[in-house]
């Protein structure tokens, strides 16, 4: 079975510019999260979709958004990039909601740089 | 707001000796604990979860952790470390309520000495 893709692998872009990170998750899963996760850190929250809602959101400035799909693909858009958004996003998709406590599945990540 | 503290930065052991990677947690209400290993340049796999019943939980690879709610920690224990255990590994937990958003540790760095 395939797990949780996410493309691009790698990114590089400039100040100022905006980026799109894809993520297609494990067939069946409707549940999908995103994670910053900063070199030496460990990854930080910041959205939760389910059955194409935003169910959760950390704590991220308006530049990040997101959205998923009728397919429960999703797609992560930050605007106006700083440098410290450079990091591996991480893409993470998951059964259940709010009732259930399955794990969470993560992709590769996409590693962005901001230069 | 939920967290974890997962202490050292770095845990060194030798090939073959029991291996603990320690967390403790703070969550309101009864916490969900998961562990994950992350390969260089790689995403987060997951190991093992505590969500109810008993304090010993077994996971992939020989892993298994063990929930103390009187010390709210939930550390991770190899009986015998492979060099191939070398890894960063990260605890998470998040609450009973709301979304499955996990907050996790700063990680720590596994070296398994030959």
């Known amino acids: 079975d395939a797990g949780v893709t996410q493309s691009p692998t790698h990114l590089i872009k400039t100040r100022g510019q905006h980026v799109t990170l894809r993520c297609s998750p494990i067939?069946?899963?409707?549940?999908v999260s995103w994670y910053q996760q900063v070199l030496g850190q460990g990854p930080q929250f910041i959205f939760q979709y389910y059955e194409k809602e935003e169910r959760g959101r950390g704590n991220f400035p308006d530049r990040f958004s997101a959205r998923q799909f009728p397919n429960y693909s999703s797609e992560l858009n930050v605007n106006a990039l700083l440098l410290g958004d450079s990091a591996l996003y991480l893409c993470?998709?998951?059964?259940?909601?709010?009732?259930?406590?399955?794990?969470?599945?993560f992709g590769p990540g996409t590693r962005l740089t901001v230069l | 707001a939920q967290s974890v503290a997962q202490p050292e930065d770095q845990v060194n052991v030798a090939e073959g000796n029991p291996l603990t990677v320690k967390c403790t947690y703070s969550?309101?209400?009864?916490?969900?604990l998961f562990w994950y290993v992350q390969y260089p340049n790689r995403g987060l796999q997951f190991l093992l979860k505590y969500i109810t019943g008993d304090n010993l939980v077994k996971g992939s690879y020989g892993f298994e952790a063990e929930f103390n709610k009187s010390q709210t920690s939930f550390h991770l224990k190899k009986p015998s470390a492979l060099v191939s255990d070398s890894a960063l590994y990260f605890c998470a937990v998040r609450g009973l309520y709301g979304n499955n958003r996990l907050a996790f540790g700063k990680g720590n760095q596994v070296v398994v000495i030959p």
């Open positions: 969550v309101s209400g009864n916490p969900y």
């Open positions: 993470a998709s998951s059964l259940a909601n709010l009732a259930g406590v399955d794990e969470q599945f």
């Open positions: 067939s069946g899963h409707k549940s």
